[in-house]
C-alpha cells in the first residue's frame, strides 16, 4: 500500500502529470457513451466488422482491376504509337533523301541553294496533317537544350524549334527523352505533358506518350523528330472505370452491411430476448417465457430456455415453501418454547437461590441448571434473530455513532473475562473520531462477538483493537494471538454451528450463531466482516463499515492482514538483512511481534476488496514446521484496536458449569474456532 502511494506521488510531480491526466479525462469523457454502445451491442460490431471487411476487399479489388486496365490501355497506346511514329521517321527520312525538282536553269545541283528550314516546316505540317489530333509533330535541333555541344568542325545544322498545333516543343519534350536521342540512334519514348503556347489560348496540359529519333535533313544535318500521342481518351477511360469501380463497390460494402444487419439481427433478437427474460427472471418474475417460432435451431434454443425456466420456477417454488416452513417452524418453536422456558426459569431460579441449603452435590446440580438454561435462552434469542434475517424482516436503525464509545462499552463488558483469562485488551487508533453512520445496537452486537472470541482462545495473551478510518470508510479489526485458524477455516468460521475444535471447552457459554449474526449484520450495512489466521500465530477479525449509509465500499482503511504476521515479519527481516552491515549480520534477530502503527489521519485506504461479501478475501498463512514453537511469543504484541461492548460482563462466572453440545459462540457470547 505504501508502494502504491508513493507511485501515485511520484506520478502527481512528475511534469505534465495532472495536465496529462485532464487531457485524458477530457478526452475519454465524450468517448465513454460510444464505447459503451460498442461494448454493448454485439450487432453493431458485427455490422462495422462486415462493413471494414467488405470496404478493405473492395478497395483491394479496385487497384488490382485499375492497374490492370491502366497497364492494358497504356500497352495498346504505346504499340500503336511506336507503329505509328515508326511509319513516319521512315517518311521524314524518304523525303530529306529524294532528289530535288528545281524549276529553270540554275539547278545543276539537286541539293543546292535549298532552304533547310522551309523544308522542315513543311514536312512537320505534312506529317502532322495525318494526325487528325491524333498526335502531334515537333522537330528540334540535333542538342537543342540538352546543353551538348556538336562535336567541332561539324555543321550546327538545322535550329529552331517547329511543332504543329500550337505545342510548345521545347516545354512538352522531356529533357532525359531528348538526351536519350542524341546520344544514341534508334527510336526512344518518353512520357510528358503536351504544353501549348499563348497563341493556342486557355489549352491545359495533357498528358502524352511521346516517341522520339535522330534523323538528317535535307542537306545531310541532325535533328531530332518527335510525335507527341495525348492520352486525354485513356485518361477518360480510366476515369470511367475508377468511377464505375467506386460506385460499385460502394454498392457492393452497403449492401453487404446490409446484408450482415439483416442475419445478425435474426440472431441477436432472440438473444436479446433471452437476456431480457433472464434478467426478469433474476429480479422474480418466474413466469416470463420466451416467445417460440418456428422449428429451427433458435426456436430449439428458446424451448430449452423455457423448459428451463419452468424447472427452475418449480424448483424455487419448492425451496421456498421449504424455507418458509422451516422459516415458520423455526419462529413458531422459538415462541412457542418461551412459555415453558419462563416456567422453567422461575424454578431454576428459586431452586438456585435455596442451593446453599442442598447438599453439595444437589447445589452443584442446580448451578449446573441455571447455566445450562442462560445457555438456552440466548439460543432461543440467536434463533429468533437468524429467522429475522432468512425472512429479510431485519431492519438498519442507522445514525451517526462514534465508534470509539461502543468499542469502549464492549471492552468494559468482556473485562471479566479478560481477568479471568489473564488477557490485557489494547486500544489503537482512539486518538481521533471515528464516526459512521450505523445501527449502535448491531455493530456493539459484532464487536462483542470479536472481542469475546477473540479473549476466549487468545490463549491469556494481548487481544488488540485497533480503529481507523480513511475515505469513505471506517474499520475495526479485533487480533488475538492464539490458537489461530488453520487454512480453509477463515471462510468456515462464518459458518452456523461450525467450530474449529469440537472438543474445546466453552468457557462463556456459546450458541454457534454469534459470528454468523455478525455476518448479517454486516451485510445489512452494507460493510464486510473478514478473517484472517495463522495457525499457532493468532488471527484477526475485520469489520468494514462504509461511512455513510448506502455508500459502496471501495477498500479498508486496515490490511486484513496484520503488520506482525510471520510473512510480514519474514519479508521485514529480509529487507532489513539486505540493508544491514556486515558487521551486524550476526546479531540475534528480534522475533516479537511487530506492533503495527497507528493510522495517519488522511492515509489513503488501501485497494478495494475484490468483493463486497463479507468473509471474502480472507486467507489463512500455513504454519511452517521450524515456526512451532514461535507461537508462544505472539502475546508480546503491542498493537491497539477498538472494541465494542460485551453483554457477557458476568460470562467468566459461567465457566464452571458444563458446556453442552452444539455450535461455538453466540451473539450474547464467543464463537468456537
Do not use: C
Amino acid at each position: 500500500m505504501r508502494g502504491g502511494r508513493a507511485l501515485r506521488h511520484v506520478a502527481d510531480g512528475a511534469p505534465g502529470g495532472p495536465v496529462l491526466r485532464l487531457f485524458v479525462r477530457l478526452v475519454r469523457r465524450p468517448l465513454l457513451p460510444a464505447v459503451r454502445i460498442w461494448r454493448r451491442n454485439i450487432q453493431l460490431r458485427v455490422v462495422a466488422a462486415t462493413l471494414l471487411m467488405s470496404l478493405a476487399v473492395v478497395l483491394a479489388l479496385g487497384f488490382v482491376v485499375i492497374a490492370q486496365v491502366s497497364k492494358g490501355l497504356l500497352d495498346a497506346k504505346e504499340e500503336a504509337a511506336q507503329s505509328q511514329a515508326a511509319g513516319g521517321f521512315a517518311v521524314a527520312q524518304e523525303k530529306a533523301n529524294a532528289p530535288a525538282t528545281v524549276d529553270g536553269p540554275d539547278a545543276t545541283d539537286n541539293k543546292a541553294g535549298r532552304d533547310a528550314s522551309t523544308w522542315m516546316n513543311s514536312l512537320v505540317k505534312q506529317l502532322a496533317s495525318g494526325g487528325q489530333t491524333a498526335f502531334e509533330v515537333a522537330a528540334l535541333g540535333a542538342g537543342t537544350g540538352t546543353g551538348e555541344e556538336q562535336p567541332p568542325g561539324r555543321a550546327i545544322g538545322v535550329r529552331g524549334a517547329r511543332a504543329s498545333g500550337d505545342v510548345d516543343p521545347t516545354a512538352s519534350v522531356p529533357l532525359s527523352l531528348r538526351k536519350a536521342v542524341n546520344r544514341a540512334t534508334g527510336a526512344y519514348k518518353g512520357f510528358s505533358q503536351i504544353r501549348y503556347t499563348a497563341g493556342a489560348g486557355e489549352k491545359n496540359p495533357e498528358p502524352a506518350l511521346v516517341v522520339g529519333k535522330r534523323l538528317t535533313d535535307i542537306n545531310g544535318e541532325p535533328y531530332d523528330l518527335y510525335y507527341l500521342f495525348p492520352l486525354t481518351q485513356e485518361e477518360e477511360s480510366l476515369n470511367l472505370v475508377k468511377s464505375t469501380i467506386a460506385t460499385a463497390g460502394l454498392f457492393v460494402v452497403v449492401l453487404l452491411s446490409a446484408i450482415a444487419w439483416l442475419v445478425v439481427r435474426q440472431i441477436v433478437t432472440p438473444v436479446r430476448m433471452a437476456a431480457g427474460i433472464a434478467e426478469r427472471l433474476s429480479a422474480g418474475r418466474l413466469q416470463e417465457r420466451m416467445k417460440v417460432t418456428g422449428e429451427d435451431d433458435i426456436a430449439r434454443l428458446g424451448e430449452a430456455f423455457n423448459k428451463m425456466a419452468q424447472n427452475l420456477q418449480t424448483k424455487i417454488q419448492q425451496l421456498e415453501d421449504l424455507s418458509r416452513m422451516q422459516r415458520r417452524f423455526v419462529s413458531d418453536v422459538s415462541h412457542e418454547l418461551r412459555t415453558p422456558l419462563t416456567t422453567v426459569r422461575m424454578a431454576a431460579d428459586v431452586i438456585h437461590d435455596a442451593r446453599v441449603d442442598f447438599d453439595p452435590v444437589t447445589a452443584r446440580s442446580a448451578e449446573l441448571l441455571a447455566g445450562q438454561l442462560d445457555r438456552f435462552e440466548s439460543l432461543l434469542a440467536d434463533l429468533l434473530e437468524i429467522s429475522r434475517f432468512d425472512a429479510g424482516a431485519a431492519a438498519l436503525e442507522a445514525e451517526p455513532i462514534d465508534l470509539r464509545d461502543v468499542v469502549r462499552r464492549v471492552i468494559d463488558g468482556a473485562e471479566p473475562l479478560a481477568e479471568h483469562k489473564g488477557t490485557r485488551i489494547r486500544i489503537l487508533g482512539d486518538t481521533q473520531p471515528v464516526i459512521a453512520e450505523a445501527d449502535a445496537r448491531r455493530v456493539e452486537r459484532v464487536l462483542r462477538n470479536l472481542v469475546v472470541n477473540a479473549v476466549e482462545h487468545g490463549e491469556g495473551r494481548d487481544v488488540v483493537v485497533r480503529l481507523a478510518s480513511a475515505g469513505g470508510a471506517v474499520a475495526v479489526a479485533v487480533r488475538d494471538y492464539g490458537v489461530g485458524l488453520k487454512p480453509g477455516e477463515a471462510t468456515r468460521v462464518f459458518n452456523r454451528f461450525w467450530r474449529a475444535d469440537p472438543a474445546r471447552a466453552r468457557t462463556t457459554g456459546g450458541t454457534g450463531l454469534g459470528l454468523s449474526i455478525a455476518v448479517e449484520d454486516a451485510r445489512l450495512h452494507g460493510g464486510w466482516l473478514q478473517a484472517w489466521g495463522e495457525p499457532g500465530g493468532g488471527s484477526q477479525f475485520r469489520l468494514t463499515l462504509p461511512r455513510t449509509a448506502d455508500e459502496p465500499l471501495r477498500g479498508s482503511p486496515i490490511p486484513l492482514e496484520p503488520e506482525d504476521s510471520r510473512a510480514n515479519r519474514a519479508r521485514a527481516a529480509a529487507d532489513a538483512a539486505g540493508s544491514a552491515a556486515p558487521a551486524k549480520a550476526a546479531e540475534p534477530v528480534d522475533r516479537s511481534p511487530i506492533p503495527p502503527r497507528s493510522p495517519v489521519a488522511g492515509a489513503v485506504p488501501v485497494p478495494a476488496d475484490p468483493t463486497a461479501l463479507p468473509g471474502s478475501g480472507a486467507r489463512v498463512v500455513t504454519r511452517p514446521a521450524d515456526q512451532a514453537g514461535q507461537a508462544e511469543q505472539a502475546g508480546q504484541a503491542d498493537q491497539a484496536g477498538q472494541a465494542g461492548q460485551a453483554e457477557q460482563a458476568g460470562a467468566a462466572a459461567q465457566e464452571d458449569r458444563a458446556g453442552g453440545a452444539g455450535g461455538a459462540g453466540g451473539t450474547g457470547g464467543a464463537d468456537g474456532r
